[in-house]
């Protein structure tokens, strides 16, 4: 009923626009006065999550592209070396685990049973599996060794939105508590992106702000037959999430690439007026990868792309090339996702209603897939 969907038309939207209170309350009472995390929920003692060599992520969907992102996270903060798979692929490898592997099961539902499966042959091999779950009591948590809890509250619409974003709160979460716990030469940064952490709620509601040119350009594109993707870094994982909403909603040929693959193949796809959404790396920081993102950018419209650039504030190199321009607020490089992810959301459900798909409930797809 509208009522339900607090006056918006859709679910997507209301869960959309609930996500600064989504990310707010996946933080609330995880970080003490003094700014250290407290995960007394996580019960892998500090002693075992010492001895831990091995991070592996399991997921699939959306929460698969939350754990691409926590790979970057994870490593940078801890040096533990992490994987990522596809929970559907995950066990038909004989992946190698053992007692000192950390398995992390990301699911918006608890009740995948690709990842389901994923996480119980990693307990068969001695594993410690955490679950990162929005759902109370559901399967996935009750089966792992510990549970992160997502604060998202119910998630309607199939496409995952606000889920998505409190999974990487949640992910940032494990990655800097395995930091602090373990001590890594990072003590000064994860201090400082923990305060960063509890300002993205405000940067995330900004962010909503400033949406009406991205759906009106949205509206312009749905006679469009696809929309390419490209980021690097974990901007890649984003334009892979962009691609899929799109896919999911719009029912639009859409693709992600990392942008630095672009020249070994990708490029070919390249031609007069084909939008071309590019996430750009922050010009601080790891501005090398922002200077090659620029040069990709000036390639694809060189070759006739209708370029879309998502860009933090004060950014200007990316002016010129940029047919349409999308501002971000400025974060630390690794939690960009958090704010980048939020106008390709947008994009993709004004798209859909362009089209006049079905948003909530798009064609083909479950919410929660419960059969491998
Ligand atoms: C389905 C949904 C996706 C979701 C995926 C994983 O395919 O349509 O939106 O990302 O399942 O779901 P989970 O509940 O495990 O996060």
Redesign the pocket.
Known sequence: SAAEKGGYDYFMLKEIAEQPKAVADTLLGRIDPSGSLTLDEVRISPSELREIDKVVIV??????HAGLIAKYAIEHWTRIPCEVELASEFRYRDPILDGRSLVIA???????MD?LMALRHAREQGSKVLAIC??NGST?PRESDAVLYTHAGPEVA???TK??LT?LVACYLVALYLGQVRGTKWGDEIQAVIKDLSRISEEVERVLETMEPVRALARTLAGKDTVLFLGRHVGYPVALEGALKLK?LAYMHAEGFAAGELKHGPIALIEEDVPVVVVVPSPRGRSVLHDKIVSNIQEIRARGARTIVIAEEGDEAVVPYADHLIRIPATPTLLQPLVATVPLQVFACELATARGNEVDQPRN?????TVE
Do not use: D, H, M, P
């Open positions: 997921a699939c969907g959306t929460a698969f990301i699911s918006q539902s608890g009740e995948t990842t929005n759902t996935i199939v496409a995952s889920a998505f999974q999911e797809l479950a919410k929660s897939v």
